[in-house]
């Protein structure tokens, strides 16, 4: 399919693929086919010739055979081929006056009109909504009034609509039309029919179109779909100009609301939410919303309608109560996506009184992802949202939903060889949370712990699961119990390999043999002659030992994680640093508990260093960790020493790192519900805005309108601006995206406008002739690379001296990379020349936009994401954090790492950046710098992404950043430069 976009209409013509239209055919072919060829012979010519004729290549001489051997077919193919050949060539001569041959295509679409078949007739009046020539429309006036009369419904539609047009381009041509639409409208019946009407009044007629809809008001409910969304498009265009009857037509919508189709009821709902601003209006197009989701199968209707949901929520923040129930049905849908977005959803809109109902349904969610039947795609994701979910939850509302959650959820930790480990670590992060906060927890958490920490088997859990141990076992009870746990996760002591134990168990457990015979006894023959009888007797031995029992940690030590070994010595260190203020120095249970702990420890270490012993050595700060807690063991005045530090201050730091991660949280909560409340609330001396104006006013102060317009906010998008962004300016985005294409001396001068928005790009070229003749046939062919697609090839025009012209093309996108644009621009003048064009490059920057993610998340991203592409930093700069700043604007990127760990002046910087693309791509970069001794910072960055193009171009841009950050500098320097040697001479 190609379109090609004019300034008065868009034509369309179908290209078959099998036709070569690099060879286009010759006139004596054309005039031969078109002559004596069959009606299929025909038709392939006239598609080869429109498709050469689209590339520019137009023969006039044709034209006569067009006339002469196609309009007089009867063949329905032909005919619509024939509509589409008047529509691209030229009808005029270069003077601007009609040719003498268009007499005789007038004559034979006036037959079309006055044809017996019902789709001729619609074809032709199709055809003649695409006529901007005055002197082919006015005899054929006549014909089109004629045709609203016609017996077929199909070409009353039509004619309306080329009515329509007609009077929209020449109202000379039809004075009477409106009040002629306004009899037909009512007097028809056919739904489509009225639609039509209805559509041609209310842009050109409203106050009829008004007059008919005020005595069809209460019929509004049983009209057609299509013709009740022009009714809500009428009533909210009325609604708008402060009509004294908006309390009917808002009553209307509301109607529309609850017994409309699908669509019908959305734009209902949008209408109602742009018109009004009270509670039980917003309620009810919640409610509508919340219906839309459940019922459509789209999921890209669902996540349409959530994003309304949301608008809604930060509009009325009351506006979904009761209405929670409902919307955790959308989480039954199989697109991650929208559960993710429902799920946060209704995290922010939960409260104390439905907490309760919203866990117990995500409870129920994630036993069904446990579940064999939920073998869907990408469960282990949604099992992990539906954990932090009820964490989130859990954690903000009371201390009795988390004893009632926590139970299910620490058996999740012993699930961890069927439950994903990302959703195990988030099990253990908030039961962490939990016994921070909650204290009157702590013991019934720490039996559970006790009763499932040897069935842990991901070293992740292993190691949440001994600091909780460790951090929260206070009583001489829990101690005790805590050690002997431990001890009998790790089995015997000293630790030896299994398969030495297994044997010295097996040498020492007594063993019973019998034997049987199997088989009746059987003679041989032996090679000497003589004979031998075989009996096959069948033993069978029973064995006097116990199944042993599951040892996590001696496991995670044997595989060679040494991490939770660490994290196993600090746990000993401080339960045995806890325990020995309970008890006395010469206490004999306390030394006999104190002397197995070391005995732990330095069994861990000689595992550790011997290489016969274990896969890997065990690394040097393992073991020095391992030695600080022996000596704290062994040694009654370091202890003292490091006592405060292992019992008071790791508390206390995870305190703050949980305060600090809590005020991040509710800071940007608060950062939006500002925003929220900005646009929800306005006074009675706020300024007036005006559209026109927006841009200048909003400078003086925010906006602060009390009713969203959506079809401003589309527009400001449309025109390179985002929602919400008071500071756009519609003049200075143009002037920033404009690109210039050729130089002022060429004979035809080119610049574009680019207008990036979502998935398309348009380009609005200004083509000048700056030559003293008349260029003809002036065509602008472009081509791209990378992933982008031309939509539509431009269509050939003529540019008079010293005049422009302005040629649209659009490119579609299909993934973030950088892309290219090149062409030239091919005209007719005293001979055929070509303009060679600039390159225009898609800057990847228009479809990054700033993300966020925790960083379970990231990291998890970071391992599963196989693209990678280091940059090394090349700068002038002496300052790391002014660098980071930089780098943000730059790529767009949002930094992961908190506030509160860049602060402070340090030679050595870490950071990890997150964005996201429009089209869901994650990028994610680590930024790894340092001051060298010349003051000048260094480093690299490393960039990883799922796709080849977003890493490559991400990488560019850096690249192409710090190139202009060292321009920059070495500008500003000059002048400086030139001073010092001004003062020295």
Request: net charge neutral.
């Amino acid at each position: 399919m190609v379109n090609a976009p004019s300034k008065d209409g868009t034509y369309t013509i179908l290209q078959i693929p099998s036709l070569n239209a690099d060879q286009p055919p010759t006139a004596e072919a054309i005039k031969s086919t078109l002559e004596k060829g069959s009606d299929e012979a025909k038709i392939d010519m006239m598609k080869r010739v429109l498709v050469a004729m689209l590339n520019g290549d137009f023969t006039a001489n044709v034209l006569m055979h067009v006339i002469r051997f196609v309009m007089p077919s009867k063949d329905k193919k032909l005919k619509k081929l024939c509509h589409l050949f008047w529509e691209i060539c030229p009808k005029t001569n270069p003077d601007g006056k009609l040719k003498a041959e268009m007499i005789l295509v007038c004559n034979a679409l006036r037959n079309e009109l006055q044809h017996p078949n019902e789709y001729v007739r619609g074809s032709c009046l199709r055809f003649l909504c695409k006529l901007r020539e005055t002197e082919l429309l006015e005899p054929l006036v006549p014909s089109c009034r004629a045709n609203l009369e016609h017996r077929h419904p199909y070409v009353r539609r039509t004619a309306i609509l080329a009515i329509y047009t007609i009077y929209k381009h020449f109202p000379n041509l039809l004075p009477d039309a409106p009040d002629l639409i306004s009899s037909v409208i009512i007097t028809e019946t056919d739904q489509a029919c009225r639609r039509n009407a209805l559509i041609m009044l209310q842009n050109c007629a409203p106050e009829r179109a008004l007059s008919w809809l005020d005595q069809n008001l209460t019929t509004v409910a049983n009209f057609d779909e299509s013709l009740q969304q022009v009714v809500v498009e009428l009533l909210r265009r009325e609604c708008r100009s402060g009509k004294k009857d908006k309390p009917r037509y808002v009553r209307t919508l509301f109607v529309l609301l609850e017994r409309g189709t699908s669509s019908v009821r959305y734009e209902a709902a949008s209408s109602l939410s742009a018109l009004s601003s009270s509670l039980s209006t917003i309620k009810a197009v919640a409610n509508c919303y919340i219906q839309l989701a459940l019922k459509e199968p789209d999921n890209n209707v669902k996540m349409i309608v959530l994003d309304r949901l949301v608008e809604c929520h930060r509009r009325e923040e009351k506006s979904l109560e009761g209405l929670h129930m409902d919307l955790l049905k959308v989480l039954h849908s199989s697109d991650v996506e929208v559960r993710r977005k429902c799920l946060d959803l209704v995290l922010t809109q939960t409260n104390s009184q439905n907490a309760q109902d919203v866990v117990k349904f995500l409870q129920e969610q994630l036993r069904m992802t446990l579940s064999s039947a939920s073998s869907f795609d990408k469960a282990t994701e949604y099992r992990q949202m539906l954990i932090r979910g009820i964490h989130k939850l859990a954690i903000a509302h009371s201390q009795s939903l988390a004893g009632h959650v926590v139970p299910a959820m620490v058996d999740f930790m012993r699930k961890d060889s069927q439950v994903n480990q990302s959703a195990a670590v988030e099990v253990v992060a908030f039961v962490r949370e939990v016994m921070a906060q909650f204290a009157d927890l702590r013991p019934d958490v720490i039996n559970r712990l006790l009763s499932i920490l040897p069935s842990m088997k991901s070293g992740r859990v292993l190691r949440g699961g001994l600091w909780i141990l460790g951090e929260y076992s206070e009583t001489k009870d829990q101690l005790h119990q805590t050690i002997n746990r431990i001890l009998a996760s790790i089995g015997d002591l000293p630790i030896r390999p299994e398969s030495k134990n297994s044997e010295s168990q097996e040498n020492s457990a007594p063993i019973n043999t019998t034997s049987t015979a199997s088989q009746p006894p059987q003679t041989k023959v032996l090679p000497d002659g003589s004979y031998k009888t075989e009996i096959n007797l069948t033993s069978s031995s029973t064995k006097s030992s116990s199944k042993r029992p599951v040892l996590s940690i001696r496991n995670a030590i044997f595989s060679g994680d040494y991490f939770s070994a660490a994290v196993l010595a600090t746990t000993i260190t401080k339960l045995h640093l806890r325990l020995r203020t309970m008890h006395e120095e010469a206490d004999p249970d306390f030394n006999h508990i104190t002397a197995q702990l070391m005995l732990v420890l330095t069994s861990i270490l000689r595992v550790g260093q011997d290489p016969f012993l274990s896969t890997n050595a065990m690394d040097e700060d393992a073991v020095n960790h391992f030695w600080n807690c022996f000596y704290i063991l062994s040694d009654s005045s370091r202890a003292d020493q490091l006592a405060d530090v292992y019992l008071a201050d790791c508390q206390k730091s995870f305190t703050r790192a949980l305060k600090a991660r809590g005020g991040r949280s509710s800071t940007a909560n608060a950062s939006d519900k500002s925003r929220g409340d900005a646009k929800a609330g306005s006074q009675a001396d706020d300024p007036i805005r005006f559209r026109f104006i927006k841009a200048a006013a909003t400078r003086l102060d925010e906006d602060s309108s009390a009713v969203i317009d959506y079809d401003a906010l589309d527009v400001t998008t449309a025109m390179g601006g985002s929602k919400g962004d008071s500071s756009f300016d519609e003049g200075q985005s143009k002037l920033n995206r404009i690109v210039q294409l050729t130089g002022f001396s060429d004979l035809v001068y080119a610049e574009a406008v680019i207008h990036v928005h979502q998935y398309d790009i348009l380009f609005d070229v200004l083509i000048v002739n700056q030559t003293s003749e008349l260029l003809q046939n002036v065509v602008l062919e472009l081509a791209t690379l990378g992933d982008l697609k031309l939509v539509e090839r431009p269509t050939p025009s003529s540019i008079e001296p010293y005049k422009f012209h302005i040629v649209k093309a659009n490119v579609k996108v299909s993934s973030t990379e950088t892309g290219v644009v090149f062409g030239n621009i091919v005209y007719d003048g005293s001979e055929k020349d070509c303009v060679i064009l600039d390159d225009i490059h898609v800057d990847i920057m228009d479809y990054i936009r700033p993300a966020s993610c925790d960083e379970n998340t990231f990291r998890s991203m970071w391992t599963e994401f196989e693209w990678e592409n280091k940059v090394n930093v090349n700068t002038t700069l002496t300052d790391s954090r002014h660098y980071l700043d930089l780098l943000l604007k730059a790529t767009n990127m949002r930094c992961l790492t908190p506030e509160r760990a860049l602060e402070g002046n340090c030679d050595v910087l870490a950071a990890n950046l997150y964005a996201r693309s429009i089209f869901g791509e994650d990028a994610l970069a680590n930024i790894c710098i340092e001051r060298q001794s010349s003051g000048v910072v260094s480093g690299h960055i490393r960039i990883r992404s799922k796709t080849q193009g977003i890493a490559l171009s991400l990488g560019d841009k850096i690249t192409l950043f710090q190139r202009n950050l060292i321009s920059e500098q070495s500008n500003a320097r000059v002048p400086q430069l030139f001073e010092q040697l001004m003062r020295h001479s």
